[in-house]
T-cell receptor, first 115, second 114 residues
Framework: EDQVTQSPEALRLQEGESSSLNCSYT??????LFWYRQDPGKGPEFLFT???AGEEKEKERLKATLTKKESFLHITAPKPEDSATYLC????????????????FGKGTHLIIQP | DGGITQSPKYLFRKEGQNVTLSCEQN?????MYWYRQDPGQGLRLIYY???????QKGDIAEGYSVSREKKESFPLTVTSAQKNPTAFYLC?????????????FGDGTRLSIL
């Protein structure tokens, strides 16, 4: 069964303390891996799409990387406003690739940045 | 501003009652999706639609129904057959471009049982 696993479930950091979140996946036919940020009571906000192993994307203090089995979301010198739940999702099929559409999500990493 | 609007933000259902959650997008996106989010679980796909007047079941479609009569609208009905409807419901949409376009989400509807 296709699966997406995120670790750790929760992470508490001091402001400025860099770290990484992990997303491992056991799927075949990956068509994209997505990172989202979700604030309490809100919908997920899109951050990055990664398509192939070796690819990297950056946005402010965030950097996402992808290998054949996992993705990392690196957070450099985080600030309290980076506190959120970070979600990883994979897409298998879709309109242009055939098969069922939709994303398979991990359970998320709840990140708290303390001042 | 372009975006996805879900309403209402909070909804309460009585036993045996059907309720409908609204999702409207003005992004001119082709596909629309409904997910359910429960505490400690990942988002799970209920239904999706890639084109008007067509939709497909996701992983947990039992007890739910949808329609797609207009490109911009994809309402979800939670029927009385759904025995555990309390959850946070999220609607998403995306376009079919040259690459695998990301899904964008609304801000959800929280459904509770009275």
């Amino acid at each position: 069964e296709d699966q997406v696993t995120q670790s750790p479930e929760a992470l508490r950091l001091q402001e400025g303390e860099s770290s990484s979140l992990n997303c491992s996946y056991t799927v075949s036919g990956l068509r994209g891996l997505f990172w989202y940020r979700q604030d309490p009571g809100k919908g997920p906000e899109f951050l990055f799409t990664l398509y192939s192993a070796g690819e990297e994307k950056e946005k402010e203090r965030l950097k996402a990387t992808l290998t054949k089995k996992e993705s990392f979301l690196h957070i450099t010198a985080p600030k309290p406003e980076d506190s959120a739940t970070y979600l990883c999702a994979v897409q298998l099929g879709g309109y242009s690739g055939g098969g069922a559409d939709g994303l398979t999500f991990g359970k998320g990493t709840h990140l708290i940045i303390q001042p | 501003d372009g975006g996805i609007t879900q309403s209402p933000k909070y909804l309460f259902r009585k036993e045996g009652q059907n309720v409908t959650l609204s999702c409207e997008q003005n992004l001119n996106h082709d596909a629309m999706y409904w997910y359910r989010q429960d505490p400690g679980q990942g988002l799970r796909l209920i239904y999706y639609s890639q084109i008007v007047n067509d939709f497909q079941k996701g992983d947990i479609a039992e007890g739910y129904s949808v329609s797609r009569e207009k490109k911009e609208s994809f309402p979800l009905t939670v029927t009385s057959a759904q025995k555990n409807p309390t959850a946070f419901y999220l609607c998403a949409s995306r376009s079919f471009g040259n690459s695998n376009q990301p899904q964008h989400f609304g801000d959800g509807t929280r459904l509770s049982i009275l």
